[in-house]
């Protein structure tokens, strides 16, 4: 059981590139969730799924984009990289009626913008 | 909107001292409460929770944190801090009147000198 894994661990992209952040949980989770932390920021939810299909967007969508074709994987994708999504991001997961219990974290990609 | 409040930004301890870190929320409807760890390097793990019963909450490596409805809080606490609890901590809030997302404070970090 590996809980939630994320790749890669870092990355470097040039302003305008595209680039995918992939998630993937192996706990049967219909709960699964993107959050950016920046110092000083906490954590800010980026996008979120209920389950296979059903995505929503949470306080910072802009410049962002998710889909969930499988129960396992959420990718998160940046279509244009800018020096602002500068970031560590992490994945989260739980059982859909039981966010309110507790989130599995993903151990987080640094993501740099230059 | 709902919030979550943590009035300690940056704390630093001896080892041995005794910590207590503060986190006041601001809806006042049934909520579930956590508080997360994140040492460093590393990704948020889940420290302790509530959701009914006994306002104290015994968590991992000796925390705990009590609930007081009437001050809308739920402080962490810890007799003796170690070394090894140095890292950043987050209060998070749920209630199922926010669409099944956590509400984040900003974090606390602390370090503890040896």
């Known amino acids: 059981n590996a809980g939630v894994t994320q790749t890669p661990k870092f990355q470097v992209l040039k302003t305008g590139q595209s680039m995918t952040l992939q998630c993937a949980q192996d706990?049967?989770?219909?709960?699964m969730s993107w959050y950016r932390q920046d110092p000083g920021m906490g954590l800010r939810l980026i996008h979120y799924?209920?389950?296979?299909?059903?995505?929503d967007q949470g306080e910072v969508p802009n410049g962002y984009n998710v889909s969930r074709s499988t129960t396992e994987d959420f990718p998160l994708r940046l279509l244009s990289a800018a020096p602002s999504q500068t970031s560590v991001y992490f994945c989260?997961?739980?059982?859909?009626?039981?966010?309110?219990?507790?989130?599995?974290f993903g151990p987080g990609t640094r993501l740099t913008v230059t | 909107a709902q919030s979550v409040s943590q009035h300690n930004h940056h704390v630093i301890l001896s080892e041995a001292a005794s910590l207590e870190l503060g986190c006041n929320y601001s809806?006042?409807?049934?909520?579930?409460l956590f508080w997360y760890v994140q040492y460093p390097g590393q990704h948020l793990q889940l420290l302790l929770k509530y959701f009914s019963g006994d306002p104290l909450v015994k968590g991992i490596k000796g925390f705990e944190a009590e609930f007081i409805k009437s001050k809308f809080s739920f402080n962490l606490r810890k007799p003796s801090v170690q070394w090894s609890d140095t890292a950043e901590y987050f209060c998070?809030?749920?209630?199922?009147?926010?669409?099944?997302?956590?509400?984040w404070g900003l974090g606390t970090s602390l370090a503890v000198n040896p």
């Open positions: 809806y006042g409807g049934t909520v579930n």
């Open positions: 989260a997961s739980s059982y859909r009626d039981r966010v309110q219990y507790e989130q599995y």
């Open positions: 799924s209920v389950g296979a299909g059903i995505t």
């Open positions: 706990m049967n989770h219909e709960y």
């Open positions: 998070a809030v749920y209630h199922a009147g926010n669409n099944r997302k956590l509400i």
